[in-house]
């Protein structure tokens, strides 16, 4: 029991350094001494619970996502109406950011430096773009949608979600947000970023 939570312990605090490490640095600019200096073990310490930063990268990715991506899947396979499943979504993956507030410079630098390593999340956003199209057709030809393309819906959709995390010192100090206000800030999109794309989806009679 005590030697499972102290292995448990030693790869959070790897995790933790390592996080740490790769948004200062990013992938290729970390190296493992650094990681196992942050994490205050030796290097063969390090190496004994993960032999790479491949290995830590994907470790950290799953951490992350372990959630959201089931989540993300079952919403959108769900028989709710689209309006609940766009809300759902958009709570989830504020909720993952806020969650893991790491998370978007991490993506952002994998994204600019290596692609390929999201496959998995590229892959996931295709299956969600497909499901997406099939109901905005649906409810389109039933005239209640106007015509929108669905990568521009779920660009807008990251693009309104992601922003504030990845300009949260300018936010902040710009308004004078304190921690408490900000978090407020980012509750309150939950409910206004699927109103500002249902009004625009919806026909007015």
Do not use: C, W
């Not at 790897?14 to 200062?24: T, W």
């Not at 689209?82 to 998370?103: Q, R």
């Not at 004078?176 to 980012?186: G, I, K, P, V, Y």
Request: proline content about 3%.
């Amino acid at each position: 029991m005590g030697n499972n939570q102290k292995i448990g312990s030693t790869e959070e605090k790897i995790l933790e350094a390592a996080k740490k490490v790769f948004i200062q640095k990013g992938m290729y600019g970390a190296r493992m001494q650094e990681i196992a200096n942050e994490a205050g073990i030796n290097k063969a310490l390090l190496h004994y619970y993960f032999r790479s930063k491949d290995q830590l990268f994907e470790a950290i990715f799953q951490e992350a996502f372990t959630e959201f991506i089931p989540k993300a899947f079952s919403v959108f396979h769900s028989k709710k109406p689209f309006e609940e499943k766009l809300k759902l979504f958009v709570s989830n993956y504020i909720d993952v950011l806020t969650a893991n507030s790491y998370l978007p410079i991490f993506m952002l630098n994998e994204i600019n430096q290596n692609p390929d390593r999201l496959g998995h999340m590229v892959n996931m956003m295709g299956i969600v773009r497909d499901k997406v199209s099939v109901e905005l057709k649906i409810n389109e030809e039933e005239g209640r949608y106007r015509a929108m393309d669905t990568v521009q819906l779920l660009s807008l959709v990251i693009g309104m979600t992601l922003f504030p995390y990845l300009a949260k010192p300018i936010i902040k100090g710009a308004f004078s947000l304190d921690n408490e206000t900000f978090h407020a800030f980012l509750e309150e999109r939950k409910i206004l970023i699927p109103e500002i794309i249902l009004n625009y989806l919806k026909i007015k009679n």
